[in-house]
């Protein structure tokens, strides 16, 4: 996938870690619209899962959620970077 050099927002959750300590973190992305773009999964990838995807992501709020929010979230997953 091309990086998209929007301007973009991004929410970051943090559902903590699984029992096997693996991260369960990653960002809502959304246009400057409003409008929803899917989720870019963190990983062990830090902020650089969302950079490779969006440059220009701006990052607006850290909010903690649940284990069953997240994976909803990862339902709308966008597919690419790292």
Known sequence: MAKDTRKVF????NAGNDRNGNPR???????????????????????????????????????????KAYKTALSSRILGGY
């Open 10 to 13: 991004a929410v970051k959750i």
């Open 25 to 67: 973190r990653g960002w809502l992305v959304y246009t400057r619209d409003g409008v929803s773009l899917g989720f870019a999964d963190e990983g062990y990838s830090g902020r650089q899962a969302l950079t490779s995807l969006f440059p220009n992501a701006v990052e607006l709020a850290v909010v903690p959620t649940t284990p």
